[in-house]
């Protein structure tokens, strides 16, 4: 045949493909080890309004769970002051201030766990350790913790999704 002694062209030579990144690598644009902690600003808010998210829809559903038995239009309006008086006083502000704190970062990554400042994390154990030490203690009636932990529970949830509303809000 024509081509049995003609000279081949070379094949390109192809380079070894490195390993695909993972989900979180990818996700959060990482290059290297280090950068695997750190994430995006809206990531910061994302992570903000899942843990306030959670803790709230956890200390609601306590809340909810003790409320049979003590559903009285008084405890309702209670219930209904202490989200306010937390909205208003406590958590209303720390998303505005959180919020403002994380885009005004000038860095577009930051490392994961700056979603809060040490004050609110301080703020965050000190309210988890009142709250468990109060209930296993048995001196908060029932009644106490319906009316206190569905507030103080849907308030949190507030908070929570008011995060994740600025994230969507860019």
Request: glycine fraction near 12%; include cysteine.
């Amino acid at each position: 045949g024509a081509g049995a002694g003609a000279p081949q062209a070379a094949l390109p030579l192809r380079r070894a493909r490195e390993p695909a990144p993972c989900f979180v690598h990818k996700m959060n644009n990482v290059h290297n080890e280090e950068e695997l902690t750190m994430v995006k600003k809206e990531t910061l808010l994302l992570l903000a309004g899942l843990v306030w998210g959670a803790a709230g829809f956890n200390i609601l559903r306590i809340g909810l769970l003790a409320y049979p038995g003590h559903v009285t239009l008084w405890n309702l309006a209670l219930s209904a002051l202490v989200f306010g008086l937390f909205q208003g006083m406590v958590f209303g502000r720390l998303v505005q201030r959180h919020t403002a704190r994380i885009r005004g970062y000038g860095s577009e990554r930051k490392w994961f766990w700056q979603f809060f400042d040490g004050k609110s994390f301080l703020i965050m154990v000190f309210m988890m350790a009142f709250g468990i030490g109060l209930r296993a203690s048995g001196l908060a009636p029932e009644g106490f913790i319906a009316v206190f932990y569905t507030g103080l529970g849907a308030s949190l949830l507030t908070a929570g999704l008011r995060f994740l509303l600025a994230v969507s809000r860019g």
